[in-house]
């Protein structure tokens, strides 16, 4: 019963997940059922894409929670989806063992080209894929803690809150280009070789890869959901409608604002995970402030304080750099930007807006 509650009123949402439970069951019949040169069969190529559009898809979503419900523009959540890739990336580096190119089997080829002796201590306990599922939680979630926790007593909000987030960032994405901090440098972490034990490369593999991208969507959906229906849920919107207010009637702000922004920072770094064996690569390029800023463009499109806007937003705004950076690589950034533009003058609301507008006019009629 707890589910019907959580849509209850959430029309969007609903139809958001009945077409994400159809596209998860067909695409898995489609590509390793239906035999190749059939009209109806998806190749594995696709299905990574869809399955990297789910990842961004709900690192959306956990944009969204903060921005749409709490009124926080985090221009940071790009680290909070670097860290937790690369907590994941860790994993799938310690799996290769001697199969690496240097065939070391405790040190990554990086470290041994790089003259290394023995293995960095924070990277102990990166074998087990228990520990690392805990650090690709821990670690984003522990980092927007302690920011948040200064931040937020200090009453850092607005613009301010912004560049600060943005800063975080690019002080993390410098630190990683160095190849001291043993993270790979700029060249990352990259030639994953398998994952619980299955390849990789395996069709079964990107499937079951995309399943999991599917269902953490659907969960993590469900989860902010829940949050912002709850009691909770009201009163993080009277903070972002009336912080003042609602300090002055007794509620400690700066604890909602952590929390709320310690569960989204951890739906980042999950979504960081799953998107690190997908595309098979992790570098300090996704620490860039403007994957960020691309991140808030996408709930921006598909319409903030929503949720299912976000996960659309994604899916659009990705499927046209797909199509558009083949097509005009030159141009895309400044068709975003224009995108950016037309969507907050015309469609402030987002694309989710247009049915709230329609519901409306039928109201007054």
Not at 35 to 52: A, D, M, Q, R, S
């Amino acid at each position: 019963m707890l589910i019907p509650r959580i849509l209850q009123d959430d029309r969007g949402g609903q139809m958001m997940l009945l077409v994400l439970a159809i596209v998860t069951l067909a695409v898995p019949i489609c590509n390793l059922l239906i035999p190749e040169g059939n009209p109806l069969h998806v190749p594995t190529y696709l299905v990574t894409l869809l399955g990297k559009y789910l990842t961004y898809a709900l690192l959306a979503v956990a944009v969204d929670l903060v921005w749409g419900y709490l009124g926080i523009l985090s221009l940071g959540h790009g680290a909070f989806f670097a860290l937790g890739g690369y907590a994941m990336g860790m994993y799938l580096m310690r799996q290769i063992g001697d199969r690496g190119v240097y065939g070391n089997p405790l040190l990554p080829d990086f470290m041994v080209f790089l003259n290394w002796t023995e293995l960095p201590w924070f990277w102990y306990g990166f074998n087990h894929f228990p520990v690392a599922l805990l650090m690709i939680l821990l670690i984003p979630g522990l980092l927007a803690f302690v920011f948040g926790w200064l931040a937020f007593r200090s009453r850092v909000t607005g613009v301010y809150l912004s560049i600060i987030t943005q800063a975080l960032t690019y002080a993390l994405m410098l630190a990683f280009f160095r190849n001291e901090m043993g993270f790979g440098g700029n060249n990352g972490l990259t030639d994953f070789k398998d994952i619980l034990g299955f390849s990789l490369q395996a069709d079964r593999t990107r499937i079951a890869l995309f399943i999991a991208s599917a269902l953490a969507l659907a969960g993590g959906y469900l989860l902010c959901r829940y949050i912002v229906t709850s009691k909770l849920g009201k009163i993080v919107i009277a903070v972002r409608d009336a912080e003042n207010r609602a300090r002055f009637v007794g509620y400690r702000v700066e604890h909602f604002k952590t929390w709320v922004f310690t569960v989204s920072a951890m739906l980042a770094g999950i979504a960081g995970a799953l998107y690190v064996p997908q595309v098979g690569i992790i570098n300090p390029g996704e620490f860039s402030p403007l994957n960020s800023i691309e991140i808030i463009i996408w709930v921006a499109v598909g319409g903030r304080a929503t949720l299912y806007g976000a996960v659309l937003g994604a899916f659009l705004v990705n499927y046209a750099k797909t199509v558009l950076t083949g097509a005009m690589p030159d141009s895309w950034l400044f068709l975003l930007g224009a995108l950016f533009v037309l969507v907050t003058l015309y469609l402030p609301k987002g694309i989710a807006g247009i049915q709230f507008f329609t519901q409306l006019r039928q109201r007054q009629a």
